[in-house]
Every structure is written in C-alpha cells, then in structure tokens.
Nanobody, 123 residues
Framework: EVQLVQSGGGLVQAGGSLRLSCAAV????????IGWFRQAPGKEREGVLC????????YYADSVKGRFTISSDNAENTVYLQMNNVKPEDTAVYYC????????????????WGQGIQVTVSS
C-alpha cells in the first residue's frame, strides 16, 4: 500500500520550534515533489513550502519565509518540515503531499496526501 504517514504535530508556544515528519510507505521519497500545506478552520488549504516535481523549484509562502525549511532522511524515507519561531497564525492542520507541481497549490498535487496533523501555537 502506498501512503504518507505524518507525525510530530502538537502544541507549541509562540517563538518555539516544531518538526513535522512525513514518512513514505511503499515508495521512495526525498524533498523533490514534496509539498507541505496547511488548513486553518474556515480557510482554504494553502501551500506552505513545496519542492516541485519536475523543475525542483522551491516555493515558500511569504508568511513562512526565513522560518520554515524542508529536509529529508533517505535512510528513514522521510521528509521533514522544520518550523522555527512559530506564531499563533501558524495554527492549522498540516498536510504533506507527494507529486506537487508546477506550483504550490493544493489543486496541483497529483500524487498522495498525508493524513494531516494538528499544530497549535499558543500565544
């Protein structure tokens, strides 16, 4: 079975850090083609950070530039979203996805979605 399994969410204070994990099952993954998205209550799902499938272009939402980064561990077949200096407005359900491009919007995901994980930032 092919799937993305997420972990690492939770409650964090503003100014703190959190690392989200996205483990691939049934296929090999690295940063290329991976996107991280988030959806806050009452809002549309938005692209946060993507490395597009074909060109390998990295997109950052303006709101996370300089704070969020993506990395991968080939041995663990896992991609990570490192969130630093988090803010209350980062509170949302976060999703990883595989097969993203050419841009970084939710309707440009052509592969698989993770199950989503809650991140709550307290002020």
């Amino acid at each position: 079975e092919v799937q993305l399994v997420q972990s690492g969410g939770g409650l964090v204070q503003a100014g703190g850090s959190l690392r989200l994990s996205c483990a691939a099952v049934g296929f090999t993954v690295d940063e290329v083609g991976i996107g991280w998205f988030r959806q806050a209550p009452g809002k549309e799902r938005e692209g946060v950070l993507c490395v597009t499938s074909i060109a390998g272009t990295t997109y950052y939402a303006d709101s996370v530039k300089g704070r969020f980064t993506i990395s991968s561990d080939n041995a663990e077949n896992t991609v990570y979203l490192q969130m630093n200096n988090v803010k209350p407005e980062d509170t949302a359900v976060y999703y990883c996805a595989y097969g993203v491009g050419p841009g970084c919007s939710a309707n440009e995901v052509h592969g698989y979605w993770g199950q989503g994980i809650q991140v709550t930032v307290s002020s």
